[in-house]
């Protein structure tokens, strides 16, 4: 059984439809990044996945279970299992890191203070923010926020971690840092869907790449082929424009 399977997936807004037909799996434990131009949905995919964009076609199953996007319970019920970073940090200016990183355990699950707080704190040190613990987001970097909102996601024990552009919002110099975490992550046995254009970064990190265009999974495959020797044109063509720059 695939920890994630997508089928026939459709979703747009308005009269604009971006996603059309899209159809993948992912394994438990696998990297998948997306990779394909602007537009193309990667960006979509993983906001109807979370459950911020309803979708108007196809069927989304975790770990087995149909996700009823209609039903606010199958939503709740997904979002226990699903974690999203964006590419925006979007954390509380009001709190501390600390408080970022457990509000949401804390005030939304009702998980007792003291074991939210000290699995936050090895979420911190994981990432390289714990002593930072009592700082405010306007005291950090931009690398330094994008790694708290990582240890944000990370603390509601996610079985899957949706990661959108999280490095495109960053100085370059800080871009490393963020990409570092990830990696470390990626030896955790989470399973994960990336959306990047770092695209040495996706080559070494995935398990697999969905090469997206015109809202559809053009072709599927291990870096080693995507990147190598791709075997759909429109994946030949994005390939060999990103990697002659």
Not at 72 to 88: C, E
Not at 98 to 116: F, H, S
Not at 119 to 124: E, P
Not at 187 to 194: A, C, D, L, P
């Amino acid at each position: 059984m695939h920890h994630l399977e997508i089928h026939n997936l459709a979703a747009g807004y308005g009269a604009q439809m971006i996603l059309n037909d899209v159809t993948l799996s992912v394994d438990r434990g696998e990297v998948v990044s997306l990779i394909g131009p602007s537009g193309s949905g990667k960006s979509t995919l993983l906001r109807v996945l979370i459950g911020l964009t309803e979708p108007r076609g196809g069927e989304v199953f975790v770990g087995g279970d149909k996700v009823d996007y209609g039903k606010r319970a199958d939503v709740a019920k997904l979002r226990d299992r699903t974690s999203i970073v964006f590419q925006q940090y979007n954390l509380f200016q009001n709190m501390t890191v600390l408080g970022n990183v457990t509000v949401t355990p804390i005030k939304i699950r009702k998980e007792p203070r003291a074991e939210v707080e000290a699995r936050a704190m090895a979420l911190l040190e994981k990432v390289g923010m714990a002593d930072k613990r009592d700082a405010y987001p306007d005291d950090l970097s931009g690398g330094q926020q994008q790694r708290v909102a990582i240890a944000r996601a990370l603390a509601l024990n996610p079985e899957i971690l949706l990661l959108d552009e999280v490095t495109s919002a960053l100085d370059p110099e800080r871009v490393g840092e963020v990409l570092d975490t990830i990696r470390s992550l990626t030896h955790e046995g989470i399973t994960m869907i990336i959306v990047s254009h770092e695209m040495s970064f996706v080559r070494e990190v995935s398990t697999r790449v969905a090469m997206m265009d015109g809202g559809k999974v053009v072709e599927c495959d291990t870096p080693e082929v995507i990147f190598g020797s791709p075997r759909e044109k429109r994946t030949q063509d994005f390939v060999g424009k990103i990697l002659r720059h």
